[in-house]
């Protein structure tokens, strides 16, 4: 089992004349390294996947078609933006149908000054981490591993087991 996957969503539909189709948001947030280096080091497994580098290099690719078949234990995407939010909850809502064994959180500027509207609004988004994410998505992946109460990760926005 995949312990974590971290995803980079650029916005991708971007149409703007006079340059047309163009992608943007395409740097990822350096912290997402941050988180996944940390997890790295206390055991977990990760990918980081930036969305934009694998559509460049195969404009075909598809996340929940590279990730069919594999058991992952929690999907973070990157919401830091608010250009990027349709296509990073979008991303969201195609992994959790893929793989609704996941915890899927969102973290990210925007996605924390929205934590509780998109917690309460899209059901396929299990929490929203709030504030710099480094601490509290290492301490979120290792209670889902462990089993423990979610309620000690702190900045953690969350929808409870019986979906209040």
Known sequence: MLDCLLVHTPKADNHY??????????YMPMG???????????GSSVDLVHLGVEWVS???????SDTAGQKIRAIGLSLYWHYQSYDAIEVARGL????????VFLGGL???YFAREIVENFPFIDAVVVGHAE??????VERLKSGDDLGKVPGLVYRLPDGT
């Open 17 to 26: 004349l006079p340059f047309g189709d163009f992608f943007n948001i395409t």
């Open 32 to 42: 997402l390294l941050a988180i996944a280096e940390q997890l790295r080091r206390r």
């Open 58 to 64: 195969d404009p075909a690719f598809n996340i929940v």
């Open 96 to 103: 959790k149908a893929a793989h609704p064994e996941a915890y």
């Open 110 to 112: 925007t996605a924390g």
């Open 135 to 140: 601490g509290s998505a290492v301490r979120l």
